[in-house]
């Protein structure tokens, strides 16, 4: 568990389900992501992760070391981030950039032979981009077409 101000990042478990169920986005926000709500269940090589604030789930994403991977990266220990969201009743605290922050070390502590964190940005979703752009993230170069359009994928190397 790693700390950053009130705000730590832990493996899914069944005590947030509720909480994670209830999460909304606002339209122009949704179009990005997938809602926790649609991670029931995930399939071998998927990490649920929930941001808390004080043990109370505001925000969550999905790690993955599948093989989809590849579509991002030719590191074969690198992890994909998708479908990060932060509840809309908890947005502009700041707990999305407080997430980005201690990812870096929360997979060197629970995923020790990764070494790269890649994502994919839709192109459209510009306060995304600056956020992970601010926060060290780098465009490879690479392009993926996305259910929506055009993504940069972006890279850091841990």
């Known amino acids: ?28 926000q949704a179009k990005f992501t997938t809602l926790p709500s649609k991670y029931v269940e995930v399939t071998e ?3 649920r992760i929930v941001i808390l604030k004080e043990n109370e789930p505001v925000g969550f994403f999905l790690l993955h070391s599948t093989k989809r991977v590849k579509e991002y990266s030719d590191n074969p220990n690198a ?5 990060l969201s932060v509840n809309q009743a ?8 407080q997430a ?31 956020l992970y ?14 259910p929506i359009g055009e993504q940069f994928v972006m890279s850091l190397l841990l």
């Not at 568990?1 to 478990?13: D, Y």
């Open 1 to 28: 568990m790693k700390r950053v101000n009130q705000v730590t990042l832990e493996h899914f478990s069944n005590e947030y389900f509720d909480d994670l169920a209830s999460f909304q986005l606002p339209e122009e």
């Open 45 to 47: 090589g998927q990490f």
């Open 79 to 83: 992890m994909l981030l998708t479908s």
């Open 90 to 97: 908890q947005q502009g605290q700041g707990y999305a950039k």
């Open 100 to 130: 980005i922050s201690l990812l870096g070390d929360f997979i060197k502590s629970e995923f020790v032979n990764c070494n790269e964190i890649v994502l994919a940005v839709n192109h459209k979703n510009t306060s995304a981009h600056k």
């Open 133 to 146: 752009s601010k926060m060290g993230y780098e465009d490879t170069g690479r392009r993926i077409n996305g």
